[in-house]
């Protein structure tokens, strides 16, 4: 390619290399029809379980019930369609970080032009203000800052040179300007090195229009309980025919006991209190400033083992700061670093603010007067213009009660010398009476070798470079930026003007140290995940020290060896998975790290059983959070890309917000393990009733028509009830749950064994034992049924808690609950005494006696389950005296 660098492209060599390369435009997301997403909605096991208790509810031919079932499963298709069609909102939120006009050269001529219309080649110029339309390769650069926060996570400026050509990777960066990156100062020219989704947003934005490669937990879960389900459905329905055949029961019989197997067996209501349980969660976390974006990430939250989070602007504030000043003779002074400045101060060690104010006095204008930055007040805040260096410095500056405009009044600016990466300083010329100031601010080392004395509380004394230097070094180890300071004085303007001659005899006055400080409330939080046994690790764009020195500060728990580097990352994926994945079991801080390499590390912690939180709030963070089992982006300062990418928002900001969103995770899924246990428990025990009565002879115990009236009606109250049971008080301090423990784990197992015994095997000897003292089928099957319902009841009280017993847990806790458990049986009682209902069911009323021998009966249920959880809680008391 014929690229003159002075001229730029020609016209027509631009539109060969238009039709060649593409538009400059990151991918525009594959649209599906409507339709068809609506239609995706039904690819998961709860919705068939509603779609098989449609076909039988049709197949008894009861309407009203498949048509009761077939609004859920729209509604919730409906729910699914219009949470799929916002995903493509991430794409359209990376849009808007492209440069809608571009300023170019072509055919010798400077002009501006739709910014799509860019090719690799082309001359453009960017300057202060504007975002940079394409990755550059810089050919000259004035001053040139731009911030790259959204690709790297690094709140500190990347300053841009040309001097240097193809040395290390970070040089090499210095070199190029990125598509999507704001520039904050200076400007600069370069040629077009790759534009659309060749550029480093590009490939991020590919990233992100994949299809997440992580399932929820809850979904892991509930497709494994699915397959449970249906074997141990079709296993007794296959049994229970081949017994019936050898009963010679005819084919309408056997087809009608199947079908009522069936409705046993399904828990129909589980997908709808599934639903009202993350529904309940996602109001509570809301109201912590956890907003939810997709409903299956309430439990995924409180099921996650590792939180991988970003640095800037999670763990920190996203705001550098200066924290500490460091005089020449050894005095420390430290800066609050809240952001309200109204409200903050500097202040030494033993001494007042105001004696810290007036030793650090000399040192605050130098960092106030050779600063290119604004820090304005406005009615609603502070506006600032600059880079986060001179903002820092100005913030310094007004905690210590030296505004810039009061200080501009004694000391006119007559001249300035800009910052240059090559010069490493930048300095200002006064006016202060007769004489002329100078105030230099800049590198440490640079301004330690241009000084010639240094300030002793007021005495320009020699100065002591090696002790300053120690004094740098020290303060560079804590994972500060240190820049330094110093003054000047010339009485007579030079002929020569304003420049680097004048220089000379210079006073050192100290330095300060900046970053970006660690949020107030994460060393809790940490803590607070550790004690729910929590692993939390870094990944972040910063140098290992100061990732270091941070987590540090943040309460990460981490030795030496669990510091790595993107160096160390990129050597262990040229190895390959297992390589990398031995990596991630040690590694705690992950340093310098590419955002390709985030979402590597995010995949190889999955790899090594975690269900893993991947948090952020930049560009760079969103491939992480897209493939995490569960993404959490910072709502205030994240970009729309990142919240777009997430599945939850934290609207505060706030590290411990997501402590918050754990716990109601948690409370989530140990209510859906209760409907669960419910649910399954009784499901259990009619089939039990079932492989009981048929083989040994009996009629059917129920009609299937009376069974559906029991798993629809009188059971599709208490659960949705108890989905929204209020948190027991202690989530946070168990550990979280293996990810491969199942739903059926051992405790429910036991539990579920015990409850189908009980009820099972209790209903089957009450049947037994009417027909045997000659109670007609219809009049043992209404007891039966009655029986049934009771024991629904009790088994909703039993189910409340896993470990704590229902009197600990108070009954009013839950009102709705005691409401659900006297609306299903005063439904049963209503269909007892309502003509069409007694005839369709077969129902009728009983004496007080039979009450009485039911209601002792059916209690044996919530008996069973207390007896159990005393029994554990008198082992577990047991265990811990013996630990």
């Not at 098989?52 to 859920?72: E, H, K, N, P, Y």
């Not at 000897?765 to 009049?779: D, I, K, P, V």
């Not at 069409?836 to 919530?862: D, K, Y």
């Amino acid at each position: 390619m014929n690229d003159d660098l002075s001229t730029g492209l020609g016209q027509k060599e631009a539109e060969v290399r238009l039709t060649q390369f593409g538009p400059n435009m990151l991918p525009e997301p594959q649209a599906s029809p409507l339709f068809a997403t609506f239609l995706r909605q039904f690819r998961s096991p709860l919705i068939y379980i509603l779609l098989a208790a449609t076909l039988v509810s049709l197949a008894l031919g009861d309407v009203r019930d498949a048509l009761f079932i077939a609004i859920v499963l729209v509604a919730n298709g409906t729910i699914g369609c219009m949470q799929e069609h916002s995903a493509g909102k991430a794409a359209l939120a990376l849009r808007k970080l492209e440069q809608p006009k571009a300023t170019v050269v072509r055919d010798g001529h400077v002009q501006e032009i739709d910014a799509r219309l860019l090719v690799p080649g082309d001359l453009v110029l960017i300057e202060a203000g504007g975002r940079v339309p394409a990755d550059l390769r810089l050919l000259s650069a004035t001053d040139l800052v731009c911030d790259e926060s959204l690709l790297t996570g690094e709140s500190a400026p990347v300053h841009k040179t040309v001097t240097t050509v193809d040395a290390t990777p970070e040089v090499n960066a210095r070199l190029m300007a990125f598509a999507g990156t704001l520039v904050t100062r200076g400007r600069g020219r370069g040629a077009i090195a790759a534009t659309g989704a060749a550029t480093e947003i590009g490939k991020i934005a590919a990233e992100i229009g994949k299809a997440s490669v992580s399932k929820p937990p809850l979904m892991i879960r509930m497709e494994r309980f699915s397959q449970f389900i249906a074997w141990v459905v079709a296993a007794a329905v296959v049994l229970l025919i081949l017994v019936g055949i050898a009963r010679s029961m005819s084919p309408s019989d056997l087809f009608m006991m199947s079908v009522g197997l069936a409705v046993s067996a399904i828990p129909e209501g589980l997908p709808i209190a599934i639903s009202v349980a993350l529904a309940i969660s996602m109001r509570r976390m809301a109201k912590a400033h956890v907003i939810v974006r997709r409903m299956p990430a309430v439990e995924a939250l409180g099921s996650c083992t590792m939180i991988a989070t970003d640095k800037t602007g999670t763990l920190t504030l996203n705001e550098l700061t200066v924290t500490d000043i460091r005089l020449p003779d050894g005095t420390g002074i430290v800066c609050d670093t809240g952001s309200d400045l109204d409200a903050c101060t500097i202040r030494g060690d033993g001494t007042s603010p105001a004696e810290a104010r007036e030793r650090a006095l000399a040192l605050l204008k130098a960092a106030s007067l050779p600063n290119e930055g604004s820090l304005t007040r406005q009615d609603n805040g502070w506006t600032t213009v600059g880079d986060t260096v001179d903002i820092a410095l100005l913030a310094a500056a007004y905690k210590g009660g030296l505004p810039r405009d009061a200080i501009e009044e004694d000391y006119p600016l007559v001249a300035r010398i800009p910052y240059e990466p090559d010069l490493k300083y930048a300095a200002s010329f006064h006016r202060h009476g007769d004489s002329i100031r100078i105030f230099v601010k800049g590198a440490a080392e640079t301004l330690i070798d241009m000084a010639d004395r240094m300030d002793m509380d007021g005495r320009a004394e020699p100065i002591d470079r090696e002790a300053l230097l120690r004094q740098k070094e020290e303060m560079a180890a804590r994972g500060l930026r240190v820049l330094a300071f110093a003054e000047g004085e010339t009485a007579v303007e030079s002929d020569g003007g304003f420049g680097r001659h004048l220089l000379v005899d210079l006073v050192f006055l100290g330095l300060a140290g900046m970053q970006d400080p660690v949020r107030p409330e994460v060393p809790q939080a940490i803590r607070d995940c550790h004690s729910a046994g929590l692993d939390v690790a870094m990944v972040t764009g910063d140098d290992p020290k100061t990732a270091a020195a941070i987590a540090s500060h943040a309460g990460l728990i981490f030795t030496e060896d669990q510091v790595v580097t993107g160096e160390d990352v990129r050597r262990a994926e040229e190895k390959g998975e297992e390589s990398l994945d031995t990596l991630t079991r040690q590694g705690r801080i992950y340093a310098r790290v590419a955002s390709s390499q985030k979402l590597a590390l995010v995949l190889s912690l999955a790899r090594n059983g975690h269900f893993v939180a991947a948090t952020g709030d930049g560009v760079n963070d969103a491939p992480a959070m897209k493939h995490a089992h569960i993404g959490v982006a910072m709502g205030r300062k994240g970009t729309e890309v990142a919240k777009e990418s997430a599945d939850i928002i934290i609207t505060d900001d706030n590290f411990a917000s997501i402590v918050s969103g754990i716990r109601e995770g948690r409370v989530a899924y140990a209510n859906i393990r209760k409907v669960i246990f419910m649910l399954m428990s009784t499901g259990a025990a009619e089939l039990l009733l079932f492989l009981l009565a048929i083989p040994l002879g009996l009629p059917m115990p129920l009609l299937p028509v009376q069974l559906l009236w029991l798993n629809l009606v009188t059971n599709g109250i208490q659960d949705i009830a108890l989905a929204g049971e209020s948190p027991e008080g202690d989530e946070l301090d168990r550990p979280p749950r293996r990810p491969s423990e199942p739903i059926f784990d051992r405790l429910m197992m036991r539990r579920i064994w015990q409850s189908t015994l009980v009820m099972g095997a209790g209903g089957f000897a009450m049947f037994y034992a009417l027909l045997e003292q000659g109670y007609g089928e219809s009049e043992a099957r209404n007891l039966l049924l009655l029986l049934f319902v009771l024991f629904e009841n009790f088994q909703t009280l039993a189910s409340r808690s896993e470990r704590k017993s229902v009197f600990q847990i108070g009954f009013l806790a839950n009102p709705l609950l005691l409401v659900s458990i006297a609306a299903a049986q005063g439904l049963h009682i209503a269909a007892m005494y309502t003509p069409i209902l007694r005839e369709t069911l077969q129902v009728a009323p009983i004496t007080f006696s039979e009450w009485a021998l039911l209601l002792v009966a059916a209690s044996s249920a919530l008996l069973v389950v207390e007896i159990d959880k005393w029994w554990a809680r008198r082992a577990a008391r047991g265990r811990s005296r013996g630990q």
